[in-house]
């Protein structure tokens, strides 16, 4: 398989349910995302990681908790979720986060949460 | 910090007819530019990025943007639209010092009539 996979690819869950999300990418890079999208409202960046560490955290709550156990494979746990947390959800790589700016990213196709 | 604006939140073109998808850049230096498009309960996928050199920029899918550093835009262009290419476009700038993660616009979700 190639490119950023992501499962699942729907989510439906309540409240007081915990879950996860799994992203993974084929394409032998170091950085990885988190996005949030919700309609009509731009792309959110949640997390940033590379090789492996966390460099960004755009003030997520708490309920949303990411792994990275390695540079081919992204988590984002969720626990007591909320119905404005509904959304999609995209992973996203990238070569490096070299501060250049010039590393294209490249998307999963996201899983899409529906929090009851 | 870089911003970006999509002016036209909709568009609306005729199968056969041209597109032109405006993206204006707020940013001090050279900018890297993206454009991405996102199909309907999918991911985003890089149609074409500029970075340096030539400002007319050929991508996938038969589109192509010009970069003019004078009015802070990039705009996307295709000549005759498909309606396959019915989708929601983001335009992306990231910077050449400093944040490092591509900021992006809000989107113009385009419709194509038959």
């Known amino acids: 398989e190639t490119g950023v996979t992501q499962t699942p690819r729907h989510l439906v869950m309540g409240m007081t349910n915990k879950k996860s999300l799994k992203c993974e990418q084929h394409?032998?890079?170091?950085?990885m995302y988190w996005y949030k999208q919700s309609a009509k409202k731009p792309l959110e960046l949640m997390f940033v990681?590379?090789?492996?560490?966390?460099?960004e955290n755009n003030s997520v709550p708490s309920r949303f908790s990411p792994e990275c156990p390695n540079s081919s494979h992204l988590f984002l746990h969720l626990h007591t979720l909320q119905p404005e947390d509904s959304a999609l959800y995209l992973c996203?790589?990238?070569?490096?986060?070299?501060?250049?700016?010039?590393?294209?990213?490249?998307f999963g196709p996201g899983t899409r949460l529906t929090v009851l | 910090a870089q911003s970006v604006t999509q002016p036209d939140i909709h568009i609306t073109v005729s199968e056969g007819a041209s597109l032109e998808l405006r993206c204006n850049y707020s940013?001090?230096?050279?900018?890297?530019l993206f454009w991405y498009v996102q199909s309907p309960g999918q991911g985003l996928q890089l149609l074409l990025k500029?970075?340096?050199?030539?400002?007319l920029v050929q991508g996938i899918k038969g589109f192509e943007a010009e970069f003019k550093r004078s009015q802070s835009s990039f705009n996307l262009r295709k000549p005759s639209v498909h309606w396959s290419d019915a989708a929601e476009y983001f335009c992306?700038?990231?910077?050449?010092?400093?944040?490092?993660?591509?900021?992006f616009g809000r989107g113009t979700s385009l419709i194509v009539h038959p």
């Open positions: 992306a700038v990231g910077a050449s010092g400093g944040s490092y993660i591509p900021t």
């Open positions: 990681y590379s090789l492996e560490e966390r460099v």
């Open positions: 940013y001090g230096a050279t900018p890297y």
């Open positions: 394409l032998g890079h170091n950085a």
């Open positions: 500029y970075f340096s050199g030539d400002t």
């Open positions: 996203a790589s990238s070569q490096d986060i070299g501060g250049s700016g010039t590393d294209t990213q490249y």
